[in-house]
């Protein structure tokens, strides 16, 4: 072989080195973009919450609403009362089991 054919066969096994990044690139290059696609998916639900949680009612005929559904899912969710103590009531959310502690006082005035 003289040296242009072993030139030659060098730039092919060269090409073919390349040939198997690529491959393995390519499969890095669609995790990322699934990888982006849900971060992208996440700051969308961030902005959301934040829009939500700007509008959020804290009591709805007369109910307290869990923040917690209303900014997550957009969704209405009594808070009902659960056994508190002496100085703190608490109240559980009927759909996300969120829990919220008032001062005794304050549960008054809700």
């Known amino acids: 072989m003289d ?8 730039a092919i096994e060269i090409a073919r080195g390349l040939q198997d990044s690529a491959a393995g690139l390519k499969n890095e290059l669609a995790e990322l973009k699934a990888r982006a696609a849900l971060l992208e998916s996440q700051v969308q639900s961030a902005d959301l919450g934040r829009d939500r ?17 209303w ?11 659960i056994p508190g103590t002496d100085r703190k009531d608490f109240f559980r959310c009927r759909n996300c089991q969120f829990e919220f502690p008032i001062e005794a006082n304050e549960a008054n005035e809700a």
């Open 3 to 10: 040296a242009t054919d072993r030139l030659k066969q060098v």
């Open 53 to 69: 949680a700007l509008n959020f009612e804290p009591t709805y005929n007369g109910e307290l609403q869990c923040p917690r559904c």
């Open 71 to 81: 900014v997550l899912r957009d969704v209405r969710a009594d808070m009902k009362p």
